[in-house]
Each structure stands twice: as structure tokens, then as C-alpha cells.
């Protein structure tokens, strides 16, 4: 195909030294005189943009283990679009970096836990973008996009509203709400003998809970069912790269229609739970908690926020969680099921802490008596972690080690997962075992570093404690009130990845009322 002796692109280094490459034209452009003067010039710019596409790949990925050529535009675009825990565990281990590229954006993928976290603690070099259709579906302006001191600042007036005290109004909803669910399943199981996938009811329980406890009763009951139907447009859209213009039809156009609901539901909430507040109500929800401490006279952040930009806080709690709570619940239920001796375990506690008595409603105190429980979701999140990586953007040229510095723009991506199946840390990193954290001296207690389900450093988690809260009081009131069978497939431990992981076979349950 490429004759030694036919004309050749050259292209500089960006110093102007000697060309980084000197690439032979095909022949057949080189030597095909009766070519029209157009196609053929059409076809160097053709060539060489290819050929430049390729340098500067190679350019950027110097060293790094990834393919060593990238497809012409489109790059491992076909991958991103079905990505496979597999696929990242091969990427994971052939390098502590490695690199790929997707429609020119080029991505570094840390595997080890030192890079991860220096990415994710590094904010003068790399900030989060999420994934690539994250600003156009939060919006720009979002407070989860602010980085340096105003992020910090803006994220401080949030701390509130989630201490020990809100949390205990929130535990009240979410008690009622898991009992009024589980009425349902019940019910729903009764007339179906065959075991149902529970990937759509507990995406259903998480919303129904988010919504209530950020909103309570200041939107109507229809708001919920349209976010609810509409929220799926969101979580589809969440490729690592996207196509990238959000035409009208496409999975960012959608997931923005449907963000546009969410907002318009949410600020209403906002202004219904000001004017509740000025009445002199008792705060019943997450937005009733922020408007009264922005009321409080010893309240020292500041104190205006319109409707709109509460709005945007709430979508940005509802995007973190909608996805990544139903994955910790769903796992939580499987991991149970598959498990009877720890279910027995679970039983056992709610016993004690519960005094037999399962129709009082569960309280923040009665779930400090729950140690059991709560090493069970910290071990279930462990071994199938909902976020397996977080994509941050480097804002400048990042030398992230010695020998490699991230080029100005790429995406790198601090990779969760392979921290939390480290095997030095976590014996039998596959699996659950929720003793290794009832043993302060156990590794997993004393290299707390490595538990990265929530991230790390100023963009981690806010919602932690929330978090573990809710998936352990669901599990509480589902152990003692249902029993559950879990019908395995040869998908069952196979990962489906959207957004968050999810069982490939949608978690098969039959459930049953326990008697
Ligand atoms: C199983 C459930 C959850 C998991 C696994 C999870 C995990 C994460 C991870 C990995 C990050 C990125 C951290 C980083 O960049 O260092 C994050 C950020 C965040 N999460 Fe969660 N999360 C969960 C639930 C929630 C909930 C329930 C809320 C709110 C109610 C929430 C709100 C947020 C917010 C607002 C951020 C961005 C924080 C910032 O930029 O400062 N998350 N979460």
C-alpha cells in the first residue's frame, strides 16, 4: 500500500523541531495523475488530518499501555457505548495509567489508589466532569461544576442538610415509604408466582424516598410519577462520551426534556416550602430543613437562594443518587438473599434492637444498635461498588508521575473500583465478608483510604451518611418483614453497567410475606 519512494505529509512537534512524523502518501494519491486537481487535494487534507489524528494521539499518549492507534473519529466510541466491567478490569490491569481515546477526547484511566486519589485530590489540576453530557443535563451553572473556594463555600451551606438532626426527619420517611413498598411488592407477588426483576421497583422505592424527603408534601403526587417516568431519559444518557451534539431525538436531548421537568417540579417545591416556612410550619423535609436554617439568625453562609438554584441543588442530590442508590439497594437485596447465613445475622440484631417489635417506626437511635447491618452495607457497597470510576478533566497540564504528565483538557479518571478488590487490603476481595469491619484492627479498618465508594477529597460524597442510612433501614424493615428468594441466572453475577452497575439479569426476586 505505501511506496518508499512517493511524497509524504510531515508533521512538526509542537517545539518546531525534527517532524514527529514523516508519513508516506498511498500511492495510489501519489501517483494518479488523471485525478481531478479537487478530489486529490481533498484527499491530501483527508489523509493528512487522518495522519494528524494519529500524532497527536500518539503524541499524548507517549509511553502509556492503550491501543496504539486510535479509529479515525469516532475512537472506542462502539466500547463506550456498551462498556463492560470486564472490558475496564483488562484496561485496570494493563497499567497503573493507561490511555484510549473517544471522538478526540482523549482519556487517562488511573487504576492504582495512590493515582486515584492524587486525581481526586489535586483541584488546581483536575476538577469533575462527571461524564461528558453532565453539564448540558445539570446545567453549567450547577453548584456540583464550582471548584476551589467557592465550591467549598457553596458546599458548606449545604453540610446542614445533612447532620444528625435532619437526618432524623428523613429516617421517618423513609421508614413509611419502604413499609408502603413493600405492601405493594407483596401484594404484586401474591398475584404473580413467577420471580419478578426488582431493577424497576427499587429504582421505584429510591425515587419515591428521594423526592419525599427532599420536597415532602410541597409537590403533588403526579410530579412524582412524571420525574419518576421521566428520570430513565437521564440515567440512559450517561455514556462516559456521548454523541456530541444534543439533537433533537438523541439521549442528551432527552435526558435535558426530562431534567427540564424535574426543575420546573422542584422549584415549586422550593417556593411552596418558603412560603409553608413563613407560615410559621414545622420543617418537615430536606427543603423545609434548608429554608429554616436560612432563617436562623446565628446562620453565618449566605442567605438568598432563588427557587431555581434550589432546584438545581435538589436535581444534583437526585442525579447522584437516583442511580447509585438503587444499584447499593438492589445488590443489597441479592447479596442478602445469597447469602442466608448473614440475612440470619441481620434478623438476629433487628431482634435485639427492635425488641421484637416491627411495626414502630425505626429511629436514628434504634439504628445505632445496628452494627451488624451497617458492616453489611459498607461490605455489600465494597464488593459491587454502584460508581466504579468518577471522570475528572484536567484543567491544565497534570503531572500526575514522574515519567507522565496528563496533557491540558484530556479526561483522567481515578478508577474506584480495583481500590476497593485490592487483595492486600481485603482478603478474598469478592467476597462479603461484613466481619472485616467489626475488627477495628482488621486491614479494611486500618487502610481506610481504599474504601472509595464515595470518592475522595473536596468533591467526595456528600451524601454518605444519608446514604448507608436509607439502604440499611430498607433492609431492616425488608428482613423482618419479607422473606426473598433470589432466582440466579447465569447472569446473576454478570455486570451490566449504566451509569452505575446493576445485576445483567435485572436481580430475579420472589418475594413473600415473613409470617
Ligand atoms: C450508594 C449511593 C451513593 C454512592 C455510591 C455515591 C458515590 C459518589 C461518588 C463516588 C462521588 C464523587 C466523589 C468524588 O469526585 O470524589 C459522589 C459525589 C456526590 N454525591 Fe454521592 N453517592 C451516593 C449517594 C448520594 C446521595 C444519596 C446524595 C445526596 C442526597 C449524593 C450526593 C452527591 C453529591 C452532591 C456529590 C458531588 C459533591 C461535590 O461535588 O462536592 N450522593 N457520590
Known sequence: MFN???????????????????????????????????????????????????????????????????????????????????????????????????????????????????IMNSPTYAEPCLVHSAKQVLLHENWVFLSGKPHVDYRRGLNGLFTRKALGIYVAIQDAISRQHFVKWLAAAAKNPKPEVIMW??????????????CGDHIPDHAFKEISDKYWAITAALELVNFPLALPGTKVWKAIQARKVALKWLALAAYNSKAAMAA?????????EWVTELADPNYKGRREFSDHEMSMVLFSFLFASQDAMSSGLIYGFQHLADTPEIL?????????????????????????????????????????????????????????????????????????????HDENVYPEPDKLIPERWLDEKSPANQNPKNYMVFGSGPHKCIGIEYTTMNIALVLANAAVLMNWEHHRTPDSEEVQMIATIFPKDGCLMKFSPRV
Not at 505529509?9 to 494519491?29: E, K, M, R, Y
Not at 499501555?65 to 457505548?81: C, V
Not at 471522570?391 to 481500590?419: H, N, Q, R
Request: one cysteine or more; glycine letters at 4%; a positive charge.
Open 201 to 214: 421497583t427499587c429504582r421505584d422505592l429510591n425515587m419515591e424516598t428521594s423526592l419525599r424527603v427532599f
Open 344 to 420: 440470619a445475622k441481620v434478623r438476629e440484631e433487628q431482634e435485639r434492637a427492635r425488641g421484637g417489635n416491627y411495626d414502630k417506626p425505626i429511629t436514628l437511635e434504634m439504628m445505632d444498635e445496628m452494627p451488624y447491618l451497617k458492616a453489611f452495607v459498607k461490605e455489600s457497597l465494597r464488593v459491587k461498588p454502584p460508581v466504579t470510576m468518577v471522570p475528572y478533566t484536567a484543567l491544565k497540564a497534570f503531572p500526575i508521575s514522574e515519567d507522565y504528565t496528563v496533557p491540558a483538557g484530556a479526561m483522567v479518571i481515578p478508577s474506584l473500583y480495583p481500590s476497593l
Open 4 to 118: 518508499q519512494s512517493s511524497p509524504s505529509v510531515q508533521l512538526s512537534s509542537p517545539t518546531g523541531a525534527a517532524p514527529l512524523v514523516n508519513f508516506p502518501l498511498p500511492s495510489f494519491l501519489a501517483s494518479t495523475p488523471a485525478l481531478p486537481s479537487w478530489l486529490s487535494t481533498t484527499l491530501v487534507i483527508v489523509a493528512s488530518l487522518l495522519v494528524l489524528e494519529q500524532t497527536v494521539y500518539k503524541y499524548r499518549k507517549r509511553h502509556l499501555p492503550g491501543p496504539q492507534w486510535t479509529i479515525p473519529i469516532i475512537g472506542k466510541f462502539a466500547d463506550s457505548l456498551n462498556p463492560t466491567l470486564e472490558n475496564y478490569k483488562t484496561q485496570w490491569a494493563s497499567g497503573a495509567l493507561s490511555a484510549l481515546s473517544v471522538f478526540h477526547i482523549f482519556i487517562v484511566i488511573a487504576s492504582t489508589n495512590e493515582y486515584a486519589r492524587k
Open 280 to 288: 410559621g410550619h414545622e420543617p418537615k423535609c430536606m427543603l423545609d
